[in-house]
């Protein structure tokens, strides 16, 4: 048997500045920066939507969705919305499906 480690974080675009910041973000978010003293996470401005609606965040993550053709089903591999609770993220894909289904 052969150990194997990893070395490099093989989905992070290093060339991409966007990516590269969003990353450490994340990482700073791990050491427990960018919270108050209730530890609730800080966002930066450009991770916010326009309104603090589900509909807000679906046409931010997945712009121009309801416009025909739809895109083919490479194009949700690149563009997901995470959620930190199972009944929340349901709770958006009905939303996202419905949403599409109606234009």
Not at 53 to 80: K, M
Request: charged share 20%; glycine share 6%; net charge negative.
């Amino acid at each position: 048997m052969k150990v194997l480690h990893l070395t490099q974080n093989m989905q992070l675009n290093v060339d991409d500045a966007q990516e590269r910041d969003f990353a450490q973000w994340q990482i700073d978010i791990g050491h427990g920066w960018h919270t108050n003293e209730s530890d609730d996470v800080t966002l930066p401005e450009s991770f916010k939507c326009t309104e603090n609606t589900v509909q807000s965040l679906i046409d931010t993550i997945y712009p121009g969705i309801g416009l025909l053709p739809h895109p083919d089903d490479h194009y949700f591999s690149e563009c997901t919305i995470l959620s930190s609770r199972k009944c929340h993220a349901i709770g958006v894909g009905l939303k996202l499906v419905l949403y599409i289904k109606t234009q």
